[in-house]
């Protein structure tokens, strides 16, 4: 059941596009140190350790975890095997302002999957506010020349990006209608716990494939370390934290406008840390997919 959107939900729903746009500047800063895949699972595996203190009784034979364990491997897949592993994939050929800016599209994608799949209605407004957002995603992927769209240039990163959206959409979707009885629900860390213990299965698996496949490689030193801490406490633990509580408080389709955030802080840490300054089909691209926002969050 979802609330009035208060100030102490919007700064709940603000925190996690912070610590996101310094997930993907810091996934572009070691790319060249070490694969996706492997990064994702060994940001999931610190992140373990770090919440199992707190949550290690989700983990005993009796808990409801294993009542509904297919859920809980359905949210471990989308939102922490599935999601972040393709994040870091786009980020070895797009920029974070790129990625973030294809990852705008979430309120597109949330009203879609909604829509079709958990039987949300979807207004007019919301339609027009929709297509102005694609137009701005469009925009990115065509870096501001339209020609490219129609010879297919695409960077591959974009596409991962994308594909990384519509699994968090669904993930968002699932997080809102889980509402089975039981202590892990009410408890943060016990139901990100849950996710994690199929998340690290699914993970694992893809960064196994990784090294199968000869992709694999670590590139071990302080910088690599340092950026995993972070990863681990903050995007990973402190905005799953804080995206869980405003979802259930505001609802997927309002969350999902929050994430367009992510661009702005994005475009000020690449500027600080990497030297990438916003283009200005990068401006225009942001004016049309907070134009979709305004339009469609109107009453």
Known sequence: MTQKLTPGTAVLLVIPPLLWAGNAVTG???????SP??????????????????????LHKNSPLWAHWRRYALLGLLGIGLYNALQYMALQTS????????????????LAVGALFFGATITRRQVAGA???????LLVLSRGEWAQLLAFRLVPGDLFML???????????LLARTSEPGSIRGDWAAFLMAQMV???????????????TGHAHTTWGWPLVAALAFIAVGPAVLAYRCWGVGVQRAGPAVAGFFVNLTPLFAGLLSAAFLGETPQAFHGVAFALIVGGIVVSSRR
Do not use: K, Q
């Not at 990064?39 to 595996?45: A, S």
């Open 163 to 173: 594909l990384a959206t519509i699994s968090w959409a669904f993930y968002s979707w």
């Open 95 to 110: 920029t974070p302002i790129n990625a973030t800016l294809v990852g705008s599209s979430m309120p597109v994608w949330m």
């Open 131 to 137: 297509l102005l957002s694609v137009c701005g995603v």
């Open 28 to 34: 572009r800063l070691v790319h060249d140190l070490i």
């Open 198 to 212: 199929f998340g690290l299965a699914w993970s694992g698996s893809f960064a196994g494939a990784e090294w199968a």
């Open 37 to 58: 895949a492997a990064l994702n699972f060994i940001r999931w595996v610190l992140a373990f350790f770090i919440l199992l203190p707190l949550a290690h009784g989700v």
